[in-house]
């Protein structure tokens, strides 16, 4: 049984996080380096991450995940997750989890929308009602303003940002997120006062929309205050903290163009938006935690 793992990519939500699930669009962007993959052991029993055993438990997650996956993996076979995607680092390693299973297991080969509807059902399974924009992305590996409202996508060019050396550089706070944490954060804010919390998902919408304007006519610096504009809504709505505050204001201290957290929250990774004249210099300075970079 033994072939080539199929592997899939990790992800970063560039504006739109939170907002999706509500209302307008997200700016997602794969990272293609950034990869996890499924590989079959024949010789060995048992599920293993990286090479490490893992408790029965997590193989009867597998088993639960795969139902919702509508794919059967065989008893009498080794699976080893091998993964450079950081677990609660807000790039995607569910998502990426869902689409390669899928990949190597599924009775036949899927267009990558199939393959993303598919994965979503994951998605629920790990985390409540998925937006989409995660399986969406990493399925087709490509940049998108996606809309949870019938998933609708449209690609994102970043013509205007390989043409002026721009890119991302993206840290791990290594402090994974917690959903729970951030789902109380939320709520919370909800019920005490909601018109607030309606205030923070219109501005992060409206974010949105404004880079997908920007990227669009080229206004690579517009960007970047639209991103730190978009970071202190974050912060208001609660799911910012003191270590990702910390890291984008390091990042805007040094240079970046624009910065601030990306995904869920509470914990996971921020983004910069970055002159890759200024790369070596950004990987020096967080030379002591887990960087990456995407330059289109």
Avoid at 92 to 107: D, E, Q, R, V
Avoid at 165 to 181: A, K, L, N, R
Avoid at 203 to 232: C, P, V, W
Avoid at 264 to 276: C, D, F, P, R
Wanted: glycine share 8%; aromatic share 6%; hydrophobic share 40%.
């Amino acid at each position: 049984m033994s072939s080539k793992p199929k592997s899939s990519c990790a992800k970063f939500i560039l504006l739109g996080e939170h907002s999706i699930v509500h209302k307008g669009i997200a700016l997602s962007i794969p990272l293609p380096n950034l990869r996890l993959a499924i590989e079959i052991l024949d010789e060995k029993q048992g599920l293993f991450f990286n090479g490490l055993p893992q408790h029965e438990e997590k193989r009867l997650l597998l088993s639960q995940l795969s139902e919702k996956l509508n794919i059967e993996i065989p008893t009498n076979v080794g699976i080893n997750i091998v993964s450079d995607i950081p677990i609660g680092s807000g790039l995607g390693s569910s998502g990426a989890l869902c689409c390669s299973l899928i990949k190597t297991f599924h009775a036949e080969e899927l267009s990558p929308n199939d393959l993303a509807n598919l994965a979503i059902k994951g998605e629920d399974y790990f985390h409540g009602k998925s937006s989409g924009v995660d399986p969406f992305t990493i399925a087709l590996e490509r940049p998108i303003a996606f809309s949870s409202q019938n998933h609708e996508y449209k690609e994102l060019s970043l013509e205007a940002l390989h043409e002026g050396g721009i890119g991302f550089f993206i840290v791990d706070s290594q402090s994974p997120h917690s959903t729970s944490e951030i789902i109380k954060a939320t709520s919370d804010l909800r019920q005490r006062d909601p018109n607030k919390w309606q205030n923070c998902i219109d501005a992060l919408a409206g974010f949105a929309t404004e880079g997908k304007k920007a990227i669009d006519q080229s206004k690579i610096l517009e960007l970047g205050r639209i991103m730190n504009d978009a970071h202190e809504v974050l912060r208001d709505y609660g799911v910012s903290n003191s270590v990702l505050d910390e890291l984008v204001k390091k990042m805007r201290d040094n240079g970046a163009l624009g910065a601030k957290m990306t995904g869920a929250g509470k914990g996971g990774s921020v983004i910069a938006l970055l002159s890759q004249t200024k790369l070596q210099e950004f990987t020096d300075l967080f030379a002591r935690t887990k960087t990456f970079s995407y330059f289109p």
